[in-house]
């Protein structure tokens, strides 16, 4: 399955890692077009059998699946020019451009597409992935599943939630970065050395993910494991929630739809 990846930013950079790193699509059948020559330098760095052009119409010509990761408002310009098959999978990585405006950019405007929202983690193989379909059968949405769960999480949302679901999944590994972040400058003052804060903290967070996602559990109910009637964490809890912690977060993910 030759895939395409148009623009090599933070984004299509990670998602060209991710794809490379699994085992359904391998970085042979993986080209990547970016204008620049570094971001394209350091993936053939790091995967030596991914092709890499400046040419977006060279890249798309003969790909099954087309991964559009630029910004939203290249779109328009970028799609515009490109010579589209109605057998090629379209996907825009591209938040805010529903699929209704997507569609006024190609030819063929009944081509399948994808929408998909990662977050940064995809590089990793971590990423909580957001997909919606236009078009597409569902061998297809399962295919998409199965090529993006080998990167993190997948999940399979109606377009009408992307905005919801991408403030908390895609905006989100910020606000989880700022709470690590705010973690470490409490080890700082405490007399703990920065790195080791960082990884003390890192590895928290990623501990309690894991005992949500791996078991059929609640926040609350593991919350309520580790505080013990008069103990010391109960004292932090309900001084989190003295200074509006829980409505700063739900706050900030609804500002940021």
């Not at 090529?147 to 377009?159: S, V």
Request: aromatic share 4%.
């Amino acid at each position: 399955m030759r895939t395409a990846i148009i623009g090599a930013g933070n984004m299509g950079g990670s998602i060209a890692r991710g794809l490379a790193k699994g085992t359904i699509i391998p970085a042979a059948d993986i080209i990547v077009s970016n204008p620049s020559q570094g971001k394209l330098d350091a993936l053939k760095a790091e995967f030596p059998a991914m092709q890499t052009t400046h040419d977006n119409q060279e890249a798309v010509t003969g790909a099954d699946f087309i991964i559009l990761a630029v910004k939203p408002w290249l779109m328009k310009p970028v799609v515009s020019e490109l010579k589209l098959k109605s057998k090629q999978i379209l996907i825009s990585v591209a938040a805010g451009i529903p699929f209704e405006e997507l569609a006024h950019y190609v030819a063929d405007k009944e081509m399948t597409m994808f929408r998909i929202i990662p977050n940064t983690a995809i590089s990793e193989l971590e990423s909580m992935t957001l997909i919606a379909s236009r078009n597409a059968t569902k061998e297809q949405e399962q295919l998409m599943l199965d090529i993006f769960n080998q990167m993190g999480l997948a999940m399979l949302i109606p377009e009408e939630k992307f905005a919801a679901a991408t403030s908390m999944a895609s905006c989100g590994i910020a606000y989880v970065l700022k709470y690590i972040q705010a973690a470490m400058q409490a080890g700082i003052e405490l007399g703990i050395r920065p790195a080791d804060g960082m990884r003390m903290v890192a590895q928290t967070v990623r501990g309690a993910a894991e005992l949500i996602l791996n078991n059929d559990t609640h926040p609350s109910v593991e919350i309520d494991k580790v505080c013990t009637p008069g103990g010391i964490t109960i004292k932090g809890i309900n001084e989190l929630e003295h200074e509006g912690f829980s409505s700063a977060v739900i706050n900030a993910i609804k500002k940021s739809i």
